[in-house]
């Protein structure tokens, strides 16, 4: 669940149009994410999808009609209006853009969004022709004009059958999108590498030695960071996960191929937060074929990786922040604060491997972050997610 939108009281717009399936999606994210929504859908919108599924995901009536929503002696359309912390029309209509940018309202969502004085989000989904035609792109610029926040379509194939801009993007980037919008921008313009995942150190074509990091923090932050206004560069080893939007995701497999990206563009960096759980050895030699099982007994010699972090922190520029990570089983304060010291970190968070919903592969972690002033902060357990913006809140705080 997302700390930002717990709690915040969101109006989600509905109108006529084939992608209202993905309004649905869009409902159930919001929900899940701890927003109390509340639905208005236009006429149209009825016509393609019945209210009682926005009903029974969002838990609260639906507005359809201007002149029913009488409720206890207020207006509903002008009290949903008044009391909304952010409102999102997907899709959005060229009929209901056209109406929105005249100030016309002869419905109940056209004279809601008239009494908004929230952020609010437009996400316009039309056949291409229409997209492109001169009064829907006049009246688009209008709204952003007006500073209303435009969700861009995507390209692809239309229900129409034409191929073109006019998709409504997935429920899930209109998501990360409205997020952004209402995020803070206090990383705008800084540059910031990520270390993600494990590494993997070959033995054969087939084998390897590696650990069970899952990337899932690394990536939690470089999300963070984006949404934030960064520029962020996630370079990670091999992990399951789905590049954050916005991000611009290296991939990598061995430490030594860690090595050679994150030296590449470190030194214009503001920031390097190396959350990688790095194979501090590789087999001296990789074998080109396949190891077969014909001796009862083998043994492999490992020879040292480069400690990338440790490399960072002596070539450190004036003013870089470099962050690490660090992940015991015993001793946490007297490890992390000696990694802290040697590596020449800003900051490092530590974790007790072992810990119940923490660490390794789980959504969530429980820390304590050593700052290189001799201050430490123990902080409860908590998703990675909500994580994530903590430990860049501290970044932010930090003065080289
Ligand atoms: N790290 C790194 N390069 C390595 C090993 C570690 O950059 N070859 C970084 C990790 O990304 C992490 C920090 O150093 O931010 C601490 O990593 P960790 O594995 O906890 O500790 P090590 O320094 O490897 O020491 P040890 O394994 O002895 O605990």
């Known amino acids: 669940m997302s700390l930002k939108l717990v709690g915040k009281r969101i109006v989600l717009g509905v109108c006529g149009g084939i992608a209202v399936y993905k309004s649905i999606e869009l409902l159930r994210i919001l929900v899940k994410e701890g927003a109390n929504v509340r639905v208005i859908m236009t006429k149209n919108a009825k016509e393609f999808i019945g209210s009682l599924i926005f009903e029974a995901l969002s838990g609260n009536s639906v507005l359809l009609d201007l002149f029913e929503d009488k409720h206890g002696g207020t207006i509903k359309h002008i009290d949903w209006a008044r009391q909304a912390d952010i409102v999102i029309v997907a899709p959005a209509t060229a009929n209901f853009i056209g109406k929105m940018v005249n100030g016309i309202g002869d419905d ?37 004009k007006d500073g209303y926040y435009i969700v861009e379509p995507e390209v692809g194939e239309l229900a129409c059958g034409t ?37 993997h150190e070959n033995i054969d074509p087939v084998r390897f030695i590696s650990n069970p990091s899952s990337g899932k923090m690394g990536f939690a932050i470089a999300k963070s960071a984006e949404r934030r206004g960064a520029n962020v560069d996630l370079i990670s080893g091999p992990t399951n996960l789905s ?46 074929q396949k190891i077969k099982k014909d001796i009862d007994e083998i043994s492999i010699t490992l020879i040292k990786n480069i400690d ?90 930090i003065k080289n």
């Open 108 to 144: 109940a969502l056209t004279t809601f969004i008239m009494a908004v004085t929230s952020p609010t989000i437009i996400c316009p989904s039309m056949n291409t022709y229409m997209y492109q035609s001169k009064a829907v792109q006049r009246n688009l610029n209008g709204l952003k």
């Open 163 to 199: 191929k073109g801009t006019g998709r409504l993007p997935e429920p899930e980037v209109i998501f990360d999108k409205l997020i952004s919008y209402i995020s803070k921008k206090d990383l705008k313009d800084k540059k910031i590498i990520i270390t993600a995942g494990p590494t």
């Open 243 to 288: 590049s954050p939007i916005g991000v611009n995701v290296i991939k990598i497999t061995s430490a030594v191929e860690m090595a050679d990206k994150v030296f590449s563009c470190s030194d214009h960096a503001d920031i390097i937060i190396k959350t990688a759980a790095v194979s501090d050895y590789r087999p001296k030699n990789q074998a080109f």
């Open 308 to 397: 990338i972090l440790q490399e960072l922190g002596k070539r450190k520029k004036n003013k870089q922040i470099l962050v690490g990570f660090a992940a015991e089983t015993e001793n946490l304060d007297q490890y992390a604060q000696k990694k802290l010291m040697d590596k020449n970190l800003d900051m490092i968070v530590g974790n007790l491997i072992g810990a119940s919903n923490a660490g390794f592969g789980s959504d969530s972690n429980k820390v304590t972050l050593f700052f290189s002033n001799g201050l430490k902060e123990i902080l409860p357990e908590m998703s990675k997610d909500d994580l994530a913006n903590i430990i860049l809140d501290r970044i932010v705080t």
